[in-house]
């Protein structure tokens, strides 16, 4: 496999899967990272079902918080792929320092805040009386480290554009790894419980975080960490560009928060801390087939925006083609696995019938519809990485939206066990809606970006 891909002129299908296949992988091994902490959380003795619960409402918390490091990661990175595509390496440099910065930031604001509002949101989204203890735990120590996990997932976004995909896996191999040695260690060995495997975690995204830096402060990158062309212009850019996946990102967040909340609503005391129980695990499953998913998408994006930049509109098409086939592939083999092997995932983490019987159902519902799903990530990332924001950010405020009116509405059609099922009918409206914009806007999208070099090169 070669260590450094061309973007602008390898065999378009082998680039896609040298860049794709490293990011899924990288991006399975980030699941790890909730899901051991879980399932070592749900084998502790007596509290082990709602200590998962309480976990578990700092699950979607977690995400919003790496949703900010995505804004500034992929918002950075396309731009920055296609100032390479224009062979300006000084303006890819500025833009690298840029994000640097504004990650540093962003970690430290958002430290403070969750502080400060951390108890008044963890009861807000979903704990109860019984589960405020444990999700308040993890929470507090999660927070105090969480500047390592945003710069280490910020920054390995412009190890990916570089083409050093295989380094970007490392990245997150050496963090997952480390979190599943240190977890026994923590849980059971020094006893501390849920506040060793957020101990664990945290520490490892260090490990993590380490990699990254001095990977971009080497030798080995064309375009490293720089300390200098900050420019407010520039900032705004990248705020644009990432804004997108950012609330792709931070709305899912909100959705699984509104769905534990929605759950504790219908489900009233005891029910509710079960179903969130069960959520929570089927949630670990489905974070198995998104992030990969979007590891393959956002691989890929720095295919797109090089080859925009440089006017090789045949390249971007055939690029997105690659991406969605390699997504199909992938969601089919999701599905069969979830109708297969969920019984044995759900074992897991708990042994009590109640729960595994509603967590396989929850899995095999969520699971459903996702090879549709793979058409909206592939579109939607598609339009972040020629930098046709405002395509990305409508396609994913409307499938938000419905789900979120669907979670709400379906309990009082079809009562709160079946509200899963409001998972797959979006998927596929939300797919057929991106499939649509595509096909109409795409081509005009492209066509403006060749006039528009056309009128350069005059």
């Not at 927070?143 to 920054?155: C, D, L, P, T």
């Not at 554009?161 to 026994?184: E, W």
């Not at 995204?205 to 212009?233: A, E, H, N």
């Not at 009590?352 to 509603?358: A, E, G, P, T, V």
Request: charged share 10%; glycine share 8%; proline share 3%.
């Amino acid at each position: 496999m070669k260590k450094v891909n061309n973007l602008g002129s390898d065999s378009m299908t082998g680039l896609v899967l040298r860049l794709a296949i490293p990011s899924m992988i990288a991006q399975f091994i980030n699941v790890l990272y909730s899901i051991v902490d879980r399932i070592f959380i749900g084998n502790i003795p007596q509290i082990g079902a709602m200590a998962i619960a309480g976990v578990g409402i700092c699950g979607p918390i977690v995400t919003l918080i790496s949703s900010f490091s995505t804004w500034i990661g992929i918002g950075g990175s396309p731009l920055m792929s296609i100032r390479m595509g224009e062979k300006n390496k000084k303006a890819a440099r500025h833009i690298m320092a840029n994000c640097f910065l504004m990650l540093i930031i962003m970690a430290v604001i958002i430290t403070i805040f969750l502080f400060i509002f951390k108890d008044r949101l963890l009861m807000l989204f979903g704990a109860s009386d019984v589960t405020f203890q444990y999700a308040n735990t993890y929470m507090s120590i999660y927070v105090a480290g969480s500047i390592f996990a945003i710069v280490s997932m910020g920054m390995n976004s412009f190890i990916i554009c570089q083409g050093f995909s295989r380094v970007a896996m490392a990245t997150v191999v050496v963090g997952a790894v480390s979190n599943i040695i240190l977890d026994p260690i923590f849980i059971f060995v020094f006893d501390m419980g849920v506040a060793g495997a957020a101990v664990a975690t945290v520490i490892s995204q260090m490990f993590s975080c380490i990699f990254v830096l001095w990977f971009l402060f080497g030798q080995y990158p064309p375009i490293k960490i720089t300390f200098r062309g900050y420019s407010f212009d520039i900032m705004k850019k990248v705020l644009l560009i990432g804004f997108s996946p950012f609330v792709i990102i931070s709305l899912d967040s909100g959705l699984i928060i509104a769905m534990n909340m929605v759950l504790q609503h219908y489900g009233g005391p005891g029910y509710g801390d079960q179903l969130v129980t069960c959520h929570t695990i089927a949630q670990s499953f489905f974070l198995m087939v998104t992030l990969p998913m979007a590891g393959i998408t956002g691989s890929t994006q720095p295919i797109l925006g090089f080859n925009y930049g440089s006017g090789n509109i045949d390249r971007v098409k055939d690029g997105q083609k690659k991406t969605l086939l390699v997504c199909i592939v992938f969601t089919i083999v999701m599905m069969v696995l979830a109708h297969t092997i969920s019984p044995y995932f759900v074992r897991l983490f708990t042994n009590d019938k109640i729960y595994m019987d509603l967590s396989i159902k929850a899995i095999k519902i969520f699971t459903l519809m996702i090879v549709p799903l793979a058409v909206q990530y592939t579109i939607v990332d598609g339009f972040t990485g020629i930098s046709a924001v405002k395509y990305a950010i409508t396609l994913s405020c409307f499938r938000k939206a419905f789900y979120f009116a669907a979670m709400v509405v379906f309990p009082i059609i079809v009562g709160i066990e079946n509200v899963f099922y409001a998972e797959p009918v979006v998927d596929v409206i939300s797919s057929i809606l991106s499939a649509f914009v595509y096909f109409k806007c795409m081509s005009k999208i492209l066509d403006k970006r060749l006039d528009t070099l056309k009128i350069k090169s005059i």
